[in-house]
C-alpha cells in the first residue's frame, strides 16, 4: 500500500513570496490533515479535512494560509505572504478517520521550507 | 500552554536495557493517546496506540501504560536495539481520536552498543 506522498521535499523563498504544497493521501482515508512542526517542536495541527469538508481550521493563520481539499482527495496547502517564521516542515497526515474507528494517523515526509 | 509534555529532551540506554519514555498531559478531554517514532527527514511513523479505557496495550517489543489519575504514560521498548535510535513523540487526542493529534516535544533516545 502506498503511503502519503508530499511534494515538494524541498523549498527555500525569500520572505513576501508564495508558496504551495502539495499532498496525495494514503487512498481511502477520509481525513487529511496539515500539520507544521517548527525546529525542536513536536507537529502542530494547521487544518482537518473529513473528505473535502473544513473540520478544524482553529490554528491556520488564515490571513496567511490557506488550504483546499478538492474532490476529497489531494490537498494543497499555501503560504502567501511567507515571513521569516513560517521556516518549518510541513507534514500531511492521512486516516481512515473516526468513523471507520480507526484513529491512527499516517504521515507523509514532509516539505522542509526554508523562508529567508 | 502545552497541553502535551515530554520533559525528557533525550535519553541514553544501553542495548538490550529497558528504554522507558514519559508523557504528561493536562487536558483530561484527551481519551485517545499515541506514540510516534521519527527518524531524520522522514515524517512521523506511527508506533502503538492506547484508548483511555485501557491501562495497558502491547505489541512485540513496545508497551504504553496509562495513569489517567496522573495524567500520565509511558512508553516501555524491551529490549532496547540500535535501530530503535531515534526521536519519539507522544500525541493525543480527543474525542475518540477524530480530532486532529497535539504533540509534544518529543525525546531523543540514543540505543548505546
Known amino acids: 500500500e502506498a503511503g502519503v506522498a508530499q511534494s515538494p521535499r524541498y523549498k527555500i523563498i525569500e520572505k513576501r513570496q508564495s508558496v504551495a504544497f502539495w499532498c496525495n493521501p494514503i487512498?481511502?482515508?477520509?481525513?487529511l490533515y496539515w500539520y507544521q512542526q517548527i525546529l525542536g517542536q513536536g507537529p502542530k495541527l494547521l487544518i482537518q479535512?473529513?473528505?473535502?469538508?473544513?473540520?478544524?481550521d482553529s490554528q491556520l493563520p488564515k490571513d496567511r494560509f490557506s488550504a483546499e481539499r478538492l474532490k476529497g482527495v489531494d490537498s494543497t496547502l499555501k503560504i502567501q505572504p511567507a515571513k521569516l517564521e513560517d521556516s518549518a516542515v510541513y507534514l500531511c497526515?492521512?486516516?481512515?478517520?473516526?468513523?471507520?474507528?480507526?484513529?491512527?494517523?499516517?504521515f507523509g515526509p514532509g516539505t522542509r521550507l526554508t523562508v529567508t | 500552554d502545552q497541553q502535551v509534555k515530554q520533559n525528557s529532551p533525550s535519553l541514553s540506554v544501553q542495548e538490550g536495557r529497558i528504554s522507558i519514555l514519559n508523557c504528561d498531559y493536562t487536558?483530561?478531554?484527551?481519551?485517545?493517546f499515541l506514540w510516534y517514532k521519527k527518524y531524520p527527514a522522514e515524517g512521523p511513523t506511527f508506533l502503538i496506540s492506547?484508548?483511555?479505557?485501557?491501562d495497558k496495550n502491547e505489541d512485540g517489543r513496545f508497551t504504553v501504560f496509562l495513569n489517567k489519575s496522573a495524567k500520565h504514560l509511558s512508553l516501555h521498548i524491551v529490549p532496547s536495539q540500535p535501530g530503535d535510535s531515534a526521536v519519539y513523540f507522544c500525541?493525543?487526542?480527543?474525542?475518540?481520536?477524530?480530532?486532529?493529534?497535539?504533540f509534544g516535544k518529543g525525546t531523543h533516545l540514543i540505543i548505546q552498543p
Open positions: 479535512f473529513q473528505n473535502n469538508g473544513v473540520v478544524d
Open positions: 487536558n483530561s478531554m484527551f481519551d485517545y
Open positions: 497526515a492521512s486516516s481512515l478517520g473516526g468513523l471507520a474507528g480507526v484513529y491512527e494517523q499516517y
Open positions: 487512498s481511502g482515508h477520509a481525513t
Open positions: 492506547i484508548s483511555s479505557i485501557k
Open positions: 500525541a493525543a487526542s480527543a474525542p475518540k481520536g477524530a480530532d486532529g493529534l497535539t
